[in-house]
Every structure is written in C-alpha cells, then in structure tokens.
C-alpha cells in the first residue's frame, strides 16, 4: 500500500502522539492540509501570524510539559516564525517547527522561483536545537522521529524539520516508526558523590533554583534538600514555584537587592539547580557567588559558563536531585538550623525600601484572584517587571514569561496555546497596550477555537518599559508615547468579551467575575505604573 508524503506526514505525528498543532496553509503545505481532512485525530488550530503559530506551540509546551507543534510554508510564512523560534530557543522550550521549502532544482540559483531565498534552512540554525532536511518522501517517518527524540531527550530546545514541497506529494510505501522514546539519562555516581561531599561540608549553604526544576515531583525533592540545610534560597524567573514562595527559606527572584547580596556574600555553599546564571539574575554577572558552587543542570555545556564551579552534574534535576538527597544520607550528614530569620531580615529590608505601590497591590489582587493552579503568561510591560519579584507561586510550570529574548507579543498566543494544552485550568495573559499590538489579530484564532483566556492589557499609552530607560539614562524621551485602539471595542468586533477597568482596586474582582465566563475576554486596565528599577546594582 502507498500513501502520499503528505499522508505519511500526519501519520507520523500521530503516532509521536501528537493531536494538536498550529499553522497556516500555504501553496507549499496544501497537500498536507488536505491529509488533514482524513485524519480528524490530529486537530489543526488556524492562527492569524505565523509567529503566533510556534507562540501558541511554545505555550502548549510549557503548560503541558509535551512538545508543542507549528507547521508553516516556506519563505514569508517561514521567517515570519524567527523571533518566536528565538524566543523558544532561549528559554529552552521543546518546540516542533515543519516548514515546506522549494524543489531542490530551484533553490538557491536565484531565479525569482515564488518564495525564492537563498538559504533558508541556514537562517534557522541559530534557533534551532536539532535541525534536519527531508528531500524525499521516503525520508519523512525517520526524520519525524529524529526530531522527537532529540527534544525528548536532550536539552529541551526548538527542532526543524524542513520538506521540500514535492515530498508530500510524491507516492511512497514507506511506514512510520514507533513512537521516539524519553531515556532516563544514566546517573554518574562520581559527581553526585563529590557534589555531595561538597554540600555536606558546607556551614552556611545557599540554594539557586532555575527553570529545571519543571515538575511537582522535583520540586518537593527540591524543597527537602533546602529544609535538611536550612539554605536561604534564591528563585528565578523561571524558577518560580520550584519551592514555594511561602516557605520560610524562600528568598525569591531578589539575587539583585544589595540586602540579599550581603546574605549571599556570608554563604560559603552554593547549589545551583537548573539554572545558567544569565544575565538579569546575576546583575550583568556582577553578583558575587561563594567560591564554591555544585552546578546542575541537563545541558553539560552550561556548567561552570558563567561562574566556575567546583562540582557539576549533568543531568534532569527530577533526577539528579534524589540522588544527592540519598547520597547525603550516606555520609550521615547532619540537617542544619533553618536561617529563615536570615530570610527573613533581608525581605524586611527590601518591603520597607519598596513599600506597598499601586502597582504590587494591583499584583496581589490578581493572584488572589486566580486559583494556584492558574497560568500566567507574561510579556516584558511594566506590571511583569514588578510581577518578577512580587508574584507568588506555590508550584512550578504556571508563570511564564519570555526571559531570555524578552519578546513583545509572545504572552496573548501563548496563554492561548496553554490553555488548548491544560482546558481546564484558568489561564491568563499580562500584556502591555503597544506590547499586544504584535499579536492581537490571533484573539480572534481564540475566538474561532473558543478559547477561554482572558488578556489583561495594562494600557499606559506607549512603551513604558523604554521610557524609564529614556527617562534614565537621557532624561529626555522620544519614541515611547503610542496612541492605542480603544480595545473594548477591538475585543468586541473580533467577538470577544470586552471589558474596561479604569478603578485600579476593581481588577482583581473583575478578573474573578470572567474566569468561568467562558470564551475569550480582554480587560483593559488604564494605568501610570512606574518601572520598578533593576536592583541595587550599577546605574542600569
């Protein structure tokens, strides 16, 4: 029996288990396009910008933990696609991108072929974890399956795999394979033991948990390994939730107030979990560490990159982290008092520095709001940057927040992309008023999709994230100031709900009142939020 490429295509997907994607048709996917009528198991949600596509796959990704997939047509479609594929890539998001691309005879010659470039697979390389180029139908199930099980099994980055157009329409009796298979990476003993030896020594150890700490199950093996050290403990962005934020030793994302800078500076101890020390964490890398760090992460090349380490192990922390717990066991090591009153001191310093704004209020009645298994996406407006420090989690994998590119746009397709992913746990987009303008035609792929997620857009009429920096650095400003749509009307002609907050004390009781409302609803929030600053270092 024969099936086209493209046939062969779908069914290679389902049998990764994929049941979902995100895509546009073009001239070079129709075929592709019209498998999909015989395969109703694997549904195609129509965005309205390819960007949006790998946007809502990168969503899907995060909230679900599974790879997320878009699927786009050469040329405009293609490159439409970069800054998201960029943004998963930083942030190490396990994203699918399938990409059509010209006959071979035409590539690269220069000839003005419809969607002609010269080099298009090379234009990904930069953002691409696994890269391939399928030439024959015959050649679809293995690289289907290659791309899988790269984002299965290594560091979790963005796979290509880009068809010429003719391979999903040439006949083949090729079959597809069995689904790629997660391996659990064997542990080394050597490094967990020496790592161990390590932390067991220390007197005034300090824990620094990072995005890998992904699952519940990792971050309860995390939370015992700071409570037998009574280790402060300091979350990034994307660490949010890896110990919950209302544990006595829970420092948060303050690495850059000069009050946990000197609680850092007395510690003699580091374990870093899951993170790669980047930039805004460390103060630019200005942040002083203990000379003696035990990194683990499960991409080796980030050990010791940014600040040497003693000790590294490579490898998932859902696994690595039982074995340094067993591994201390061993040794008989001795839980140390809890420095919670370290904690403690410090935080009461930063409160009373930073005091009570509008700007946390309005954060607080945001997540009182919302049920602790909410989603929350974030773009990079003004309220995120307060959210950075001051938002509240009890558990990993629900704030979200494009940290590494800090793009514009990702948090509307995203939110959406997570909540086909999780349906039934509320889910939320923050999003500046110039911010949203990126992307907001995909409100109405919610719309279509029947999507229940609610954008909060902060409305400060411009880019006010660059104004502080104008105001800052120039004290002067151009550029910054953006006339927006009156969006309660551009929410209702797309066919949502729209709704106007102009009382910052009403948004947490308006939110509540839309999260079983069902469909899509935008909220718009008018507002002169001020920026909250970088921390206590340098003059950035």
């Known amino acids: 029996m024969t099936v086209t490429g493209a046939q062969l295509l779908v069914e290679s997907l389902l049998a990764e288990g994929v049941d979902l994607l995100f895509g546009i048709p073009g001239v070079g996917t129709l075929a592709v396009y019209d498998a999909f009528i015989d395969n109703p198991g694997l549904r195609h949600v129509e965005v309205r910008h390819e960007q ?4 809502m796959a990168d969503g899907y990704a995060r909230a679900s933990g599974q790879v997320g997939v878009a699927f786009t047509s050469n040329g405009p479609g293609a490159l439409n696609t970069i800054t998201a594929m960029a943004t998963a890539h930083n942030d190490s998001v396990p994203v699918l991108h399938l990409v059509s691309e010209n006959p071979p005879e035409v590539r690269r010659k220069g000839k003005g072929h419809f969607h002609d470039i010269s080099d298009q697979f090379g234009i990904f390389r930069p953002v691409s974890g696994h890269a391939t180029q399928v030439a024959l139908a015959d050649e679809i199930p293995a690289a289907v399956n290659a791309a899988f099980f790269a984002l299965r099994n290594r560091r979790p980055r963005p796979a290509l795999v880009e068809f010429a157009n003719e391979a999903f329409t040439t006949m083949t009796s090729a079959r597809t394979l069995p689904p ?4 659990e990476r064997p542990i080394d003993p050597g490094p967990v033991a020496r790592a161990a030896e390590i932390v067991a020594d220390a007197r005034r150890p300090l824990v620094w948990a990072g995005g890998g ?3 519940t199950e990792a971050s309860a093996v995390l939370t015992r390994i700071v409570e037998r050290l009574g ?13 919950s934020s209302e544990h006595p030793l829970h420092i948060g994302n303050w690495a850059n107030e000069q009050p946990v800078r000197d609680l850092v500076a007395e510690c003699d101890v580091l374990l870093a979990v899951g993170t790669r020390f980047s930039y805004f ?64 001191k410090a935080l009461s310093r930063i409160t009373e520095s930073v005091g009570t704004p509008i700007e946390i209020d309005v954060l607080d009645q945001i997540r009182s709001a919302l049920p602790p298994e909410s989603l929350v996406f974030n773009d990079p407006t003004t309220i995120a940057f307060w959210a950075r420090s001051h938002w509240k989690t009890d558990r990993p ?3 979200f927040v494009p940290s590494g590119f800090g793009t514009l746009g990702f948090a509307l397709p995203a939110a959406i992309g997570a909540r086909l992913a999780r349906p ?17 035609q995909d409100l109405m792929t919610a719309v279509q999709e029947d999507v229940p997620v609610v954008v909060l857009i902060f409305n400060d009429e411009g880019y006010g994230v660059e104004r502080r920096h104008q105001d800052h650095l120039y004290g002067r400003r151009t550029g910054v100031d953006v006339r927006p749509p009156d969006f309660v009307a551009l929410a209702r002609s797309f066919g949502a709900r729209g709704i106007l907050v102009d009382d910052l004390s009403r948004v947490g009781e308006t939110l509540e009142s839309v999260l079983d409302a069902g469909g899509a609803t935008v ?18």
């Open 213 to 215: 700490i992904a699952t």
């Open 52 to 55: 949006s596509a790998v946007f």
């Open 424 to 440: 039934d746990t509320p889910t939320v987009a923050i999003i500046g008023d110039a911010g949203v303008m990126f992307t907001i």
């Open 180 to 183: 790629a298979e997660h391996r």
């Open 523 to 540: 909220i718009e929030i008018p507002n002169r939020f001020s920026h909250p600053g970088y921390g206590s270092f340098g003059s950035y």
């Open 281 to 344: 964490p460390t103060g630019g890398w200005s942040l002083r560490l203990p000379d003696r760090i035990v990194q683990v992460d499960l991409d080796p090349a980030e050990i010791g990159r940014n600040y040497p380490v003693e000790a590294g192990i490579v490898g998932d922390a859902g696994a690595i982290l039982p074995a340094l717990d067993a591994e201390l066991d061993r040794l008989g090591h001795t839980p140390l008092l809890w420095r919670d009153d370290e904690v403690a």
């Open 231 to 243: 280790a402060p403990t300091i979350t990034t962005q994307k660490g949010k939730g890896a110990i």
């Open 397 to 399: 994998r629900t704030w």
